[in-house]
């Protein structure tokens, strides 16, 4: 043996090399590559789910925006409407209390005019009374002939207007 080299030992070496690159090859490489490919496509499952969660979530936003946008634009339809009814109910209410105060003044009128009526009238019944008695004392101090002649005068003239 040239130079203390021993093929032998060096088959045995390369032998006892290749069984242990098969061995790691069999037991660690293709274990922990099947498991990183399973790893893989778990996480590209979930990505593809993340993605497909956030795309609808997207999409739920949109619509949810969109309805609020909606249910603004009928909150604001719903206050002019309700707006329009108020000043309507209002003016109705304006215009029944204008006819109620007419109504009431006419009321009121009329019996002030009643009443203006009966205090005048009233007031020519005392001034009759009060020309009866004044009439009649006048009658009684001179005699009874000119009272006979006024109440003739007043039966005509009552007569007369009547």
Same mark, same amino acid.
């Given at each position: 043996?040239?130079l203390n ?10 032998? $006892?090399?290749?069984? !242990? ?28 789910a993340a993605?497909? $969660? ?5 999409? !739920? ?17 719903q206050k ?9 109910? +209002? ?26 009526? +009966? ?17 009649? +004392? !006048? ?7 000119? !009272? ?12 007369? $207007?009547?």
């Amino acid at each position: 043996m040239p130079l203390n080299i021993d093929f032998q030992q060096i088959l045995l070496h390369l032998l $006892n090399f290749a069984i !242990l690159a098969a061995g790691l090859y069999f037991l660690l490489y293709k274990p922990v590559k099947q498991f990183m490919a399973k790893r893989m496509s778990v996480y590209g499952e979930r990505e593809a789910a993340a993605s497909k $969660n956030e795309t609808e979530a997207e999409k !739920l936003r949109q619509k949810y925006e969109q309805m609020i946008l909606d249910a603004d634009e009928e909150i604001q339809r719903q206050k002019a409407e309700a707006s329009e009814e108020l000043e309507a109910e +209002k003016r109705l209410q304006l215009d029944q209390a204008r006819a109620e105060a007419r109504k009431i003044i006419s009321t009121a009128s009329k019996t002030a005019e009643i009443r203006s009526q +009966k205090v005048l009238q009233d007031a020519h019944e005392e001034v009759r009374a009060m020309a009866v008695e004044m009439v009649e +004392k !006048l009658v009684m101090e001179s005699g009874g002939e000119a !009272l006979d002649a006024f109440l003739d005068a007043a039966e005509r003239k009552q007569a007369d $207007n009547g």
